[in-house]
């Protein structure tokens, strides 16, 4: 029997059912500002200017919910693809693309700095520039180099929003990466 050259895993369902609860909460806040804003303008309060720019922040946080499930359906709730290519990341939010065998020099496995509970693997790659200048959003090219001072590589997976454990991860990982350095 032939071996699959492409392994996923998915995301957890928590991880799903919270994006999806954000998004309603969001929704709830938004129309309930709107209503006191709508109020205090009536009962001429100068406090529906606040309301009301709370009401907007609520909103484009409700459009970040709304996309971030989009982008979790277009990507069929896959959180980690790891090929014969490369592994890409998609549970994080980072859009740095598949990062191939070739450009990884070391795996290591490295603690959490926030929660101890948790662990990353680690891909120190050749130009770590290179993945931080994909990502788009300047918030998160600061996060990927803060990954990279603390951790020596931007590109760090963990389980956190996985539905697998650390040991399946990591020993795929190590599979593919042996694999194609053959």
């Known amino acids: 029997m032939a071996e699959s050259s492409i392994v996923t895993f998915r995301l957890k369902k928590s991880k799903i059912f919270g994006i999806y609860g954000l998004s309603v909460v969001t929704l709830v806040v938004v129309i309930a500002l709107g209503y006191l804003s709508c109020y205090l303008f009536r009962a001429h309060q100068l406090w529906f200017h606040f309301t ?3 009401m907007i922040v609520a909103f484009l946080l409700f459009i970040f919910t ?10 069929g709730r896959i959180g980690v693809i790891i090929s014969d290519e490369g592994i890409t990341d ?7 693309g598949t990062v191939t065998w070739r450009d990884v020099e070391q795996i290591k496995v490295m603690d959490d700095l926030e929660n101890i509970d948790y662990q990353y693997v680690v891909l120190v790659v050749k130009n770590p520039n290179q993945y931080i200048m994909q990502e788009s959003s300047k918030i998160k090219k600061r996060s990927l180099m803060l990954k990279l001072h603390h951790y020596g590589s931007p590109v760090c997976i963990s389980v956190r929003a996985l539905d697998c454990t650390f040991a399946q991860l990591y020993e795929s990982i190590q599979k593919y990466y042996r694999k194609a350095i053959r």
């Open 52 to 54: 009301g720019l709370l």
């Open 66 to 75: 709304l996309w971030a499930i989009y982008r979790i359906h277009k990507e």
């Open 90 to 96: 998609l549970s994080t939010g980072y859009y740095i």
